[in-house]
């Protein structure tokens, strides 16, 4: 999603952007990378326009600036919004991928994205993901032209990012809002709460749509670690591209040998024999297919 | 276990499988077998359509169709296997009749349902004809050359190597 598709006269003219986020922290729904952007010349009129960190402002007053915003041909503004599905699975992948470095790739996507339509990007506000500094290189190596601002509380110091902000949080709250369950079980309801973990309408939400076997609808953050303390109420499931992670390492981790020791498999080689099939003994052909000869069962 | 008879006890000789059923129909599950890439705890029913949603995926590998879906956060990338023609799928049970006597110490089973399909999923890798379990369907092709019945004009024009003959 992003402003009118026509470029701006002022757009050729250098610009400055500020990148901000909503919704990091939640256990469910997405996240949302917001930026806005306007040629340096409108820098003063932007502070005037009353753009401050999303968080310090009330719901309707937020949806009444970005209403503004959206309104004023002088300011441009697009968002990337990260589905849930996407963050756990990212974060669950075999080979992690962490959320600052989502953050991180979403940011630059944004940037690349606004330079793409044509906006002479020369400066670049960004509130810090992780370390200021390293972050600030990274951006610099991949966007040499742009000259970057990274810093905590960005929201708060620089108008251009209190407007992302807006952006980023209202688009949050109304994906929220307007959210469609994928899951299609008896009884599912959509009074989320703020997603935040230690809000009583997101912990009743949880609690009213734990599962079992699926754990919980794709809307929430497997990842988190909100979900780990559901696992008591839920079937264990292992996976083999964990199993192979173990095989691979000598050095197991310790986190991964308790959780074997509570199912009651203590020999790992014991283990796979139990449910993987193999062609022990056999001729090559079946071994390598892992065809085993069952006649009693 | 038993300590003789190489480990089995006698009753394990009289392994049964009842596939027709006495020709009652079983639960057709073609379209509805999936097989995930992780051991799942339990063993019982439960509301997979309400929350296993495979969708197609854009992508084509080796000519398999991918599909994804999402599984306890995870994102698997399936297939769906159709089975030769001339097999089918089973899910056997116990069976029924023998629940007298104790299930721990029976061996005869019955088709619960059939399935003329399966979908294949992986965690973090495309589906592809090198997957483990794609590959045991060459037993198929092997299979039919090893017990196809062998006749005279089979054996006649067998590329023999005149030389050594």
Known sequence: MESETALPKWASKPCIMGIDEAGRGPVLGPMVYGCLYCARSYQKTLSTLNFADSKTLKEEKREELFENLKADE??????????????????????????????????????????SIG???????????????KYKVKLSERFPNIKFVVAKKADSLYPVVSGASIVAKVTRDRALRD???DETAANMHTTFGSGYPGDPQT???????????FGFPTLVRFSWGTCTSYSKDMVEVLWETDDADEDGSDGRTGKRQLKLTNVGFTPVKRKSEETESSGKGRCKFFQARKLELLSHF | MDGGNEGYPLLRSQTTVDLSRNGEAVADLTGKV?????????????????????????IEVDGLRV???????????????????????????????????????SYCWEANAKFQNLTLWNHDSLPSNDDAFMRTFHWFAVAKALHQPVNVEDLEYLPVDEDVV
């Open chain 1, 74 to 115: 002088s300011i441009g503004w697009a968002v990337d919004v990260i589905d849930p599905r996407e963050l756990s699975s990212k974060m669950l992948k075999k080979n992690k991928i962490n959320l600052n470095e989502i953050s991180h790739d979403s940011a630059m996507g944004l940037i690349r994205k606004v330079l």
């Open chain 1, 119 to 133: 906006v002479l990007l020369t400066e670049v506000y960004v509130d810090t993901v992780g370390d200021a500094e």
């Open chain 1, 179 to 181: 959210w469609v369950l």
């Open chain 1, 203 to 213: 912990k009743a939400w949880l609690e009213d749509h734990k599962h079992s076997i």
């Open chain 2, 34 to 58: 999936h097989l995930l890439p992780c051991c799942i705890k339990y063993d019982g029913s439960t509301s997979v359509s309400d929350y296993f949603k495979p969708k197609f995926s854009g």
């Open chain 2, 67 to 105: 599909e994804e879906a999402y599984f306890r956060g995870r994102k698997l990338n399936g297939a769906t296997l159709p089975l030769p023609d001339g097999y089918s799928g089973f899910i056997l049970g116990k069976k029924s009749s023998d629940e007298k006597t104790n299930a721990e110490t």
